[in-house]
């Protein structure tokens, strides 16, 4: 799977956009892009993915450059709920569904 | 359906003890993955069912690991011979196979080798 580069931590304040960057400059063409969430004490939450074009869901947007080497997790309007460790993830081919985790980001949302 | 559940949610046990944990996946999901996850890491993949058949374990899984998933319902995860290595929080996640990657965790079971 391909490697992804993610800042340790961010910071955001409540009600304001987040923009949370990811490399992977090693994707291959059938590789998706994934985003998890683990909230303190909690198991990893799907967040959503993509393969090439731009997605929303009711949690979140992601940004997917048109190279494919870089995306954005953008949360609209970051609440004190959002903060977590945020994964980004590629993973497809045969993996089976298969994640493999890096280190995150860890997003802390202040009041 | 209320999600993924797993027991126990704590474990402390003597190093050397063998511990069993188990987990049980939503009904409708045909896959099942355990991974591990120490302090300030993220989690690692451990071993994947489709149905009843393990069709993939990680280096990570060492020979005194074993997963089964008899029926293609609930995981059952031994380790043997504990270790202080041991010691992580071990999650299991499932999915279908509709749905590629998108997974569903549980809350965890928790690990300490004293």
């Known amino acids: 799977d391909a490697k992804t580069t993610q800042p340790n931590s961010m910071e955001s304040n409540e009600e304001e956009p987040v923009h949370l960057p990811c490399n992977h400059s090693?994707?291959?063409?059938?590789?998706?892009i994934h985003w998890y969430r683990q909230l303190p004490s909690q198991g990893p939450e799907y967040v959503i993915h993509?393969?090439?074009s731009n997605v929303n869901n009711r949690m979140a947007s992601l940004a997917i450059a048109e190279d494919r080497k870089s995306s954005t997790l953008i949360l609209h309007r970051a609440t004190l709920r959002d903060a977590a460790v945020y994964y980004c993830?590629?993973?497809?081919?045969?993996?089976?569904?298969?994640?493999?985790f890096g280190q995150g980001t860890i997003l802390t949302v202040h009041p | 359906d209320t999600g993924v559940s797993q027991d126990p949610r704590h474990k402390i046990t003597k190093r050397g003890q063998n511990v069993t944990f188990r987990c049980d996946p939503i009904s409708e999901h045909n896959r099942l993955y355990w991974y591990r996850q120490t302090l300030g890491q993220g989690p690692e993949f451990l071993t994947y069912?489709?149905?009843?058949?393990?069709?993939?374990k990680s280096r990570l899984l060492s020979d005194r690991f074993s997963a089964e998933r008899p029926k293609g319902s609930f995981s059952t995860l031994e380790i043997q011979r504990t270790e202080q290595g041991d010691s992580a929080m071990y999650l299991c996640?499932?999915?279908?196979?509709?749905?590629?990657?998108?997974?569903?965790f549980g809350p965890g079971t928790r690990l300490t080798v004293t």
């Open positions: 069912f489709q149905n009843e058949a393990q069709l993939e």
């Open positions: 090693t994707i291959s063409g059938t590789d998706y």
């Open positions: 993509g393969l090439t």
């Open positions: 996640a499932s999915g279908s196979s509709r749905e590629d990657y998108e997974q569903y």
């Open positions: 993830i590629i993973a497809g081919g045969t993996s089976y569904g298969k994640l493999t």
